[in-house]
């Protein structure tokens, strides 16, 4: 009797149907309906997109402004392994080097993480150390580390006094001159939440990367000022959702519902407005240009008459041009 007890109490109570609906409520999220082109914060979205070298490399250029632009691109593997065994591996978003030996990780961050300054410092520094060599080692061959940091969010502490700022370099300086004390070490942090631009405002080609990279999510095409680029064709043709295969939308289905889930209800939100924003202004286009065809609809049967036929005026002028021309060759021949 008391086993069979003991057997009762370890059985879970079983939940109501409504109780049921309202905990799976609480953790699926609808997804917003998808555009036409996926959404580079997204996992899936950020490495498909910067995985095509010639994507990767013109907005690299843009970023770190090199004297010397990057002309080719090496994939590394984004799993560095520690020296030792107590010492933790790094993973990276994206990991290359450059044809002249330059390493670059970037990493694309959605969410304020804690500590994130330090694991940004520490990624850059690992890449540092890895260069050494046994032995006679001179250090002057050590090569250039950036580490190019893409944010939706402002990392920035308010006493930098840089509102309106949206790309910051951050590099070792003596801190009374300001001067640049190492070149060889550049952390890069690009806010895309305080990237305000309009479509009007945009001037360099790092401005329309920019602006395509938070808007592209809600683009129906590319903007007319860049739809000639090589670039930014290529960028269209990986981004566009219709050119995806059934595993890789599977793939990017993950990934979406990854980025939601650590979403807060307030962005949520703020995500399907901008959806509902984006279907208005559609919306509001398609109007003005059936109102516009309407004009000239109207313009059109004004002058010539209805779209059936032409009006009774016009018909006689047309039968009395015909009984002409047959007169005239009854008169030749």
């Known amino acids: 009797m008391a086993k069979k007890v003991a057997n009762q109490s370890k059985t879970k109570p079983k939940r109501t149907i409504a109780e049921k609906r309202a905990s799976k409520e609480a953790v699926e999220v609808p997804l917003p309906p998808k555009g036409r082109y996926i959404n580079p914060l997204t996992d899936y979205g950020f490495k498909r997109i910067f995985g095509n070298s010639l994507l990767l490399k013109d907005f690299l250029n843009c970023v770190l402004e090199l004297t010397d632009k990057i002309v080719r691109l090496y994939y590394v593997n984004v799993e560095q392994k520690g020296r030792t065994k107590n010492e933790r591996d790094s993973f990276y978003d994206l990991h290359c080097t450059t044809s002249r030996g330059d390493y670059i990780i970037i990493e694309m961050q959605n969410l304020p993480q804690p500590f994130f300054k330090d694991r940004v410092v520490y990624y850059a520094t690992q890449q540092i150390q890895k260069q050494a060599k046994k032995g006679k080692w001179d250090f002057k061959q050590r090569a250039a580390v950036y580490s190019v940091n893409l944010l939706n969010f402002k990392i920035s502490d308010d006493e930098d006094n840089d509102k309106g700022e949206y790309h910051h370099c951050v590099q070792l300086m003596y801190k009374k001159t300001k001067r640049v004390f190492y070149k060889k070490m550049s952390l890069i942090f690009i806010e895309l939440s305080e990237f305000n631009k309009t479509e009007e405002e945009l001037k360099t080609n790092y401005d329309w990367w920019l602006y395509i990279l938070k808007h592209l999510s809600e683009l129906k095409e590319m903007p007319e000022a860049v739809k000639r680029s090589r670039v930014f064709k290529q960028l269209s043709e990986e981004a566009e959702i219709a050119n995806m295969t059934p595993e890789e939308l599977n793939l990017y289905d993950i990934s979406l519902k990854n980025l939601f889930n650590q979403m807060t209800p307030e962005d949520i939100v703020k995500s399907y407005?901008?959806?509902?924003?984006?279907?208005?202004?559609?919306?509001?286009?398609?109007?003005?240009?059936?109102?516009?065809?309407?004009?000239?609809?109207?313009?059109?049967?004004?002058?010539?008459?209805?779209?059936?036929?032409?009006?009774?005026k016009s018909r006689t002028s047309q039968v009395r041009a015909r009984n002409s021309v047959k007169a005239r060759e009854t008169v030749v021949f």
Not at 302 to 310: A, F, I, K, P
């Open 273 to 312: 407005q901008k959806e509902l924003v984006s279907s208005q202004k559609t919306i509001d286009t398609q109007a003005k240009r059936i109102d516009t065809q309407a004009k000239e609809l109207a313009e059109y049967k004004r002058r010539y008459g209805t779209l059936n036929g032409t009006s009774a």
